[in-house]
Structures are given as structure tokens and as C-alpha cells.
């Protein structure tokens, strides 16, 4: 599964963690402790009731996709983080800094690749759920516990990606020398351009990694079960 031990671990929150120090997580909470905190007694029972079909009897047939689908679906996940690298690489993924805009144009620029990541990973997994419905009785409980933890999860996972932006907008003003609210600060010349928007890119990097985990996670799922049953 695509779930960490440890979510501090995120390559996301280890990017934000050393710009904007935060507490430590509460010690001895494992996944499911702290998974519990988001969901209800009735997320819960469906969760539980999707996870033991994976290890349902009948879930131990051989797969029965070609391995060519597993390329399929491969080169998919490529191409779409290719693409979406690129767009955050690329001149102008951060806007060039105007006189008197402040953070503006960044936060914007920000939520536009968070749709494009929302729409082009969405699709993905979409297409990843559909191979994995077809090539095993196991490989298609997966998909449907995906499925489930991305109507259980999705919405409290786009609330955290959405403060993002706000994140980002602390460490813009710390490099612009003020505090938060203090609009007359300056940075010395040249200073914030290139080191924010090397940081603006670098948490879009690492948003994406964590955007893409659960995809990724399905695909090593589905290469794994057709090697076993070669």
C-alpha cells in the first residue's frame, strides 16, 4: 500500500518543515491512529469490509493481464508526471515578480498547477483502477479500496494541499526581510526572485511526488502480481 509508517516522512511536509518549523507529531500514533481521526464509524466499517475482500478466497486466481498492460499504464504514469514536470520547470511556471504585486501572482500561479495536477492525476488513477478491475480477482479489490480511499480521504487531503499556498506565502514574505502583514519591507536586489522560485518549484516537486503515490503504488501492485504468475 501506498500508506507511510510515518507521514512526516512526506517529502511535501519535509519541504515546508524547514521553512516554517512546526510540532512534532504526537508520539506512539501509528497510521491508523492518526487515519482515525479523519474518518467515522461508518468510514470505517466500509474501509475494513474493503480491505478484507482483497483477501477473499476467490482473490487468489492468477492475474490475467498481459504484460503489456502493465507497460501501458507505465508509460501513462510517465507521461503524465513528464508533463506536469514541466509545467512546473518551465520559464515561467513562476511568474516574474511586478513592482507593488507581492505574493498575488504566485498564489494564482500556484492553484493553476494544482488543478492541472488534480485533473491530469485524477484521470490516471482513474486509468490505473480500470487495469487493475481487469487483471485479477485481487488486483481488482485493490481497485475498489482505492476507490474507497479516495472518496474517504480526497476531500480531507484537498483542505491540506489547499494551505499550501498560504505556507509559501510566509516564506516569500520572510525572504522579502518583513513579517507576515508587513507590506513596506524590501529584499536586498535580486535576492527573492531566484531563491523563491526555486522553492515555489521545488514544492510543486514534491507536491507531485505526493499526488502521485497512490497511482504508483497500484502500478508496482499490478508489475508484482503478473511476475508472480508468469
Not at 483477501?55 to 492468477?62: L, V, W
Not at 478491475?133 to 494541499?161: H, I, K, Y
Request: aromatic share 4%; hydrophobic share 40%; proline share 7%.
Amino acid at each position: 500500500m501506498y500508506l507511510r509508517g510515518n507521514f512526516s516522512t512526506s517529502g511535501l511536509v519535509r519541504v515546508l518543515g524547514r521553512w516554517m518549523p512546526g510540532e512534532a507529531p504526537a508520539p506512539g500514533q501509528d497510521v491508523a491512529q492518526r487515519l482515525g481521526q479523519w474518518l467515522s464509524v461508518a468510514d470505517v466499517i466500509t474501509l475494513r469490509a474493503a480491505h478484507q475482500s482483497i483477501d477473499s478466497p476467490d482473490a487468489a486466481r492468477p492475474a490475467r493481464v498481459r504484460p503489456a498492460g502493465t507497460c501501458d499504464v507505465e508509460d501513462a504514469l510517465l507521461r503524465v508526471r513528464d508533463d506536469l514536470e514541466k509545467a512546473i520547470t518551465a520559464r515561467e511556471a513562476a511568474p516574474a515578480p511586478e513592482p507593488d504585486t507581492g505574493y498575488a501572482p504566485y498564489h494564482r500561479r500556484y492553484l493553476e498547477h494544482q488543478r492541472r495536477m488534480a485533473m491530469s492525476i485524477g484521470s490516471l488513477r482513474d486509468r490505473v483502477r480500470q487495469a487493475l478491475a481487469t487483471a485479477s480477482p485481487r488486483l481488482a479489490r485493490l481497485a475498489e479500496l482505492d476507490a474507497v480511499l479516495e472518496r474517504m480521504l480526497g476531500r480531507r487531503e484537498q483542505q491540506l494541499l489547499s494551505t499550501v499556498p498560504a505556507f509559501l506565502k510566509q516564506r516569500f514574505e520572510q525572504l522579502r526581510g518583513q513579517h507576515p502583514g508587513d507590506a513596506g519591507a524590501v529584499a536586498p536586489p535580486g535576492a527573492l526572485p531566484d531563491t523563491f522560485a526555486r522553492e515555489f518549484q521545488e514544492a510543486l516537486l514534491a507536491e507531485l511526488d505526493l499526488r502521485l503515490q497512490p497511482v504508483t503504488g497500484m502500478i508496482e501492485a499490478l508489475g508484482n502480481d503478473v511476475k508472480q504468475h508468469r
